[in-house]
Nanobody, 115 residues
Framework: QVQLVESGGGLVQPGESLTLSCKAS????????MSWYRQAPGKERELVAI???????NYADSVKGRFTISRDNAKNTMYLQMNSLKPEDTAVYYC?????????WGQGTQVSVSS
């Protein structure tokens, strides 16, 4: 019954911004830590950012200062604001329930950064 549906991916040029959304349902969103992971072609899945129940955040070094994770518990939605995008950010981005101990994954949304 748990569902995590990502949206907002697309193709952008380097330096541009994009915001991903994750609509959650089927569980107590407000009582769950959430995170974003990504997987680039040929690479391992990487933890991008975590947001705790209380709204505390942690980021991968590669995105610190550029990405912002947030959540709106009233809307059961998590966001990832991505600024100053680089080609290296190209990946499928996954909405995940849990943080460093993920337990449910969305289907992913493609983010492509290319000139």
């Amino acid at each position: 019954q748990v569902q995590l549906v990502e949206s907002g991916g697309g193709l952008v040029q380097p330096g541009e911004s994009l915001t991903l959304s994750c609509k959650a349902s089927g569980f107590a969103f407000s009582l769950s830590a959430m995170s974003w992971y990504r997987q680039a072609p040929g690479k391992e899945r990487e933890l991008v950012a975590i947001i705790s129940i209380g709204g505390y955040t942690n980021y991968a070094d590669s995105v610190k200062g550029r990405f912002t994770i947030s959540r709106d518990n009233a809307k059961n939605t998590m966001y990832l604001q991505m600024n100053s995008l680089k080609p290296e950010d190209t990946a499928v981005y996954y909405c995940v329930r849990g943080g460093r101990q993920p337990n449910y994954w969305g289907q992913g949304t493609q983010v492509s950064v290319s000139s």
